[in-house]
């Protein structure tokens, strides 16, 4: 089974200058994530989408951050315009749906970004 | 209060070693537990779930205390290779919310 695509896995960028991440799920789930890990820290949850719908996007900085995932499978997440303080690294993860609720989350490698 | 929050560590341990993670959240209404894995650099990994009944996986045990609201992983005899980050993951309202703690570090010695 391939496992939760992301790319690009490095970018450096100017302060105020924009940047796109693209992630691919697992075939067959359902549910995708983008989290936030700045370093010495826990991945944070940015945004949640089931299918091609937004279930979760309150700690999303939507006046700079933006993510879609228009047809269900693929996702973008953007940023525009970028600040120090988002040089994190961004992890894109998946989950199925179970009777119970959603499997564990299965991580990509995730895309480390620096904002100079 | 944070949702969910671990030992600081780091936690400095020789080879053979055991060594306890401990993991309090906040939510009552959390309904399933998970321990990661993280290595440097690295994307987190799921290491095992966390039952309500305690479960082993080799060397590792996870235990599950819900009225005290915390959760542990003890690792037994410890090797070079468990030198990581180990991320506590609480999961709320029937996998809609994952929520991370700050994460543990160990690191093995020689």
């Known amino acids: 089974e391939a496992g939760v695509a992301q790319s690009p896995r490095y970018k450096i960028i100017e302060k105020r200058q924009s940047v796109a991440f693209w992630c691919n799920p697992i075939s067959g789930h359902a549910t995708l994530y983008w989290y936030q890990q700045i370093l010495g820290q826990g991945p944070k949850l940015l945004i949640q989408?089931?299918?091609?719908?937004?279930?979760?996007d309150s700690q999303l900085p939507k006046d700079r951050f933006s993510a879609e995932r228009l047809k269900g499978v693929d996702s973008t997440l953007k940023i525009q315009p970028a600040k120090l303080e988002d040089s994190a690294v961004y992890l894109c993860?998946?989950?199925?749906?179970?009777?119970?609720?959603?499997?564990?989350?299965?991580f990509g490698n995730g895309t480390r970004l620096t904002v100079t | 209060r944070k949702e969910v929050e671990q030992d600081p560590g780091p936690f400095n341990v020789p080879e053979g070693a055991t060594v306890a993670f401990n993991c309090t959240y906040s939510n009552s209404a959390s309904q399933s537990f998970f321990w990661y894995r993280q290595d440097c650099r690295k994307e987190p990994k799921l290491l095992m779930s966390?039952?309500?009944s305690g479960n082993e996986d080799g060397r590792f045990t996870a235990q599950l205390n819900r009225a005290s609201q915390y959760i542990s992983l003890l690792i037994r005899d410890s090797k070079l290779s468990d030198s990581a980050t180990y991320l506590c993951v609480v999961n709320i309202n029937y996998g809609q919310n994952f929520v991370f703690g700050p994460g543990t570090r160990l690191s093995v010695l020689p």
């Open positions: 989408f089931q299918n091609n719908g937004v279930v979760d």
């Open positions: 966390v039952y309500s």
């Open positions: 993860a998946s989950s199925f749906r179970q009777a119970w609720g959603n499997s564990p989350l299965h």
